[in-house]
């Protein structure tokens, strides 16, 4: 079972910027991989997916905002975050994914979130 490790997270004032990592222990070349949130309360809900040949998926509150950029030599993908509110406050979690729909259900491995504070 591939594991999943975020890193990344902190506290950043409205407006600010963070770059999450997720580096995984085997080869993520042939897989979508996808960031889904979790505020305190509610439910996990998709953020971004890129599958193996690059194509993304946004969520429609993070578009123009977020991005999602792989490095499959590293293993790696990232979540780059901008223009960043208090909403966008969670914890993120990083996926590999069956395919590419951005639901939690698509989801076969999952990492242990990384927490992201949005302050106004």
């Known amino acids: 079972q591939v594991q999943l490790v975020e890193s990344g997270g902190g506290s950043v004032q409205s407006g600010g910027s963070l770059r999450l990592s997720c580096a995984a222990s085997?080869?993520?070349?042939?897989?979508?991989m996808a960031w889904f949130r979790q505020a305190p309360g509610k439910e996990r809900e998709g953020v971004a997916l890129i599958a193996n040949d690059g194509i993304t998926t946004y969520a429609v509150f993070v578009k123009g905002r977020f991005t999602i950029p792989r490095d499959n030599a590293k293993n790696t993908v990232y979540l780059q975050m901008n223009s960043l509110k208090p909403e966008d406050t969670a914890m993120y979690y990083c996926a590999r994914m069956r395919g590419r729909q951005l639901s939690v259900t698509w989801a076969n491995a999952w990492g242990q979130g990384t927490q992201v504070t949005v302050s106004s």
């Open positions: 085997e080869s993520i070349s042939s897989a979508s």
